[in-house]
């Protein structure tokens, strides 16, 4: 036994996620070809596979699937680029908890919705705006997200640590740092499918390319097998997110528990 | 004159009216060499006894002083090895063990050779490239002993190391410990609430009180070295035990 699930290539239960997959397409099938549900709510598969043709060969799959991975990336890499250090700085100095912590704890209940009209204000409606829109949305969670993987290295590592000659600033680089790095690992996963919600919410409002701006325009001409094409890629473009950070996990951080 | 002596320390936790007080006026010196146990009631400061010698934690007043210098932080003199296990997960047992080498800035090579010695010395030669992960409790903390004894400290402090330990790994690792002490002549202070532990262990033992701690009485135990787990079957064990029983049963009721 233990030698057939040694060779195998894929990882158990791969099976069964496909088989999800599966189920929830041939149940669309089902309400959609029986007529169960009205075209104008729920687009026939193969009409959706065409929309995906279709806007292959205008040009604009790829190039808002790409004008919205770009928006997503920069506004989520500004704010971990931030928040990443000032969450280890809150979680290691009291004085910077003091500063720091109340405000991140006030931010992050601001609905980030809310906000979208001051960044159009602000900002006006290019990419600065979205990347905004984003940063506002992951920032202040990802610090204490991150403050909270920092706190949860245990003290006794910092102590042998200490009682082996290491200085403050060694124990910083030597222990927290990389004993820090599978919790925050987790909380970049995270955070980027937020950067994804609301980036979609961002050009859902205010927009002239991208996957928000195409499901808005579709449902603006009722082409609801656009709108589901958008969806989908969303949805798939979500999951590789999750997968590669998954594999960046087992890369970066191989002796963790979770690897 | 003793390599490490405290005098008169006080430990006191908190502040206003919410104070606890730790540690009342504990005094005591070890000697170049002596394997020093303390055993007491949990909670009576134990802990906060070894963490003040290492550093970790700063006293009230009296004052410990290691080799004629006053303990006033952390440093490697005092190697620690703690009841929970506290290698670096993502370290392999081999750069555990050299940590505190690096921090030297050891070259490699030097530090490699180090590390080798006192494997073979804990017996996990063969473990070098494993990760922490991959270990039993046991040979972690094997592992930690060598980690402290890489780093050639002049004394050796462990709250309680084998606390976590299953009883046969435990006896098997007190006997480590004794060849190592042997071997490497460390200073030992050593603290644990196992009685049976305290005596197989230690030249002296001091018996804390409840809290606030103070030393109760200290215990110079004579019997024959080298030793190993079959002493605690012989008459002078069980009188030595029976003394620490009583004192510790008076302290509880
Ligand atoms: N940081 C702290 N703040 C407040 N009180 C503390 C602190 N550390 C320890 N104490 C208190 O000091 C007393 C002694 O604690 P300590 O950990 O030294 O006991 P111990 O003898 O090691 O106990 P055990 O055998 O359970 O390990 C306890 O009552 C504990 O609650
Ligand atoms: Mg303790």
């Not at chain 1, 004085?95 to 809310?114: N, Q």
């Not at chain 1, 949860?152 to 042998?160: F, G, I, Q």
């Not at chain 1, 004993?179 to 955070?191: E, K, V, W």
């Not at chain 1, 589901?228 to 191989?254: E, N, Q, S, Y």
């Amino acid at each position: 036994m233990a030698t057939t699930s040694k060779n195998r290539c894929f990882a158990p239960g791969t099976g069964l996620t496909l088989l999800s997959f599966l189920a929830l397409l041939g149940l669309w099938s089902a309400l959609a070809y029986t007529g169960s549900v009205k075209e104008l709510f729920l687009p026939k598969p193969h009409k959706v596979l065409t929309a995906f043709v279709q806007m292959y060969e205008e040009g604009i799959l790829l190039t808002y699937s790409w004008d919205s991975i770009y928006r997503v990336m920069v506004g989520w890499a500004m704010a971990v680029v931030v928040a990443v250090p000032l969450g280890m700085f809150i979680a290691t100095s009291r004085r910077c908890a003091a500063v720091f912590g109340p405000l991140m704890e006030f931010a992050r209940y601001l609905p980030v919705v809310a906000l979208v009209p001051l960044t159009l204000l602000y900002f006006g409606i290019g990419d600065l705006q979205k990347f905004m829109v984003i940063f506002l949305g992951t920032f202040f969670q990802l610090v204490l997200m991150v403050a909270d993987s920092t706190a949860r290295v245990p003290k006794d590592l910092s102590r042998a640590a200490a009682t082996l000659g290491a200085s403050r600033a060694q124990t910083y680089r030597l222990v927290l740092v990389p004993g820090a790095l599978p919790g925050i690992m987790d909380d970049l996963r995270i955070t980027i499918g937020w950067a994804w919600t609301y980036l979609v919410v961002a050009e859902l409002v205010a927009a002239n390319s991208g996957l928000g701006y195409m499901i808005l325009r579709a449902q603006r001409f009722l082409a609801i097998d656009r709108i589901f094409a958008g969806l989908i890629i969303i949805g798939l473009l979500g999951l590789g997110t999750d997968f590669l950070f998954k594999w960046l996990t087992r890369i970066t951080v191989p002796w963790s528990e979770k690897a | 004159m003793s390599k490490l002596s405290i005098q008169s320390l006080t430990k006191t936790f908190g502040s206003g009216d919410k104070t606890v007080t730790a540690l009342e006026n504990v005094t005591l010196e070890i000697d170049e060499g002596e394997f020093t146990v303390v055993v007491g009631p949990s909670g009576c400061g134990k802990s906060t006894l070894l963490n003040i010698v290492a550093g970790l934690e700063l006293k009230s007043s009296g004052q410990a002083v290691l080799g004629g210098r006053r303990i006033t932080g952390p440093g490697s003199d005092r190697g620690m090895v703690f009841q929970s296990y506290t290698l670096f997960p993502w370290l392999t047992v081999r750069e555990n063990v050299e940590f505190g080498l690096r921090i030297k800035k050891m070259p490699k090579t030097e530090r490699a050779e180090i590390a080798r010695k006192y494997l073979r010395l804990v017996g996990l030669a063969e473990f070098e490239n494993a990760l922490p992960k991959e270990l039993s409790g046991g040979m972690k903390q094997r592992t930690a002993i060598a980690r402290v004894l890489a780093n050639s400290p002049d004394m050796l402090l462990m709250d309680e190391p084998f606390g976590a330990l299953d009883a046969q790994t435990r006896l098997q690792l007190q006997d480590l410990l004794l060849d190592v002490w042997r071997e490497e002549k460390a200073t030992v202070l050593f603290i644990t609430h196992d009685i049976d532990e305290a005596i197989l262990l230690a030249d002296t033992i001091h018996i804390m009180s409840n809290r606030p701690g103070r030393i109760l009485e200290s215990i110079h135990v004579d019997i024959q070295r080298p030793r190993d787990h079959r002493v605690t079957l012989t008459p002078e064990f069980a009188a030595i035990k029976g003394q620490i029983m009583d004192l510790l049963w008076n302290e509880m009721s």
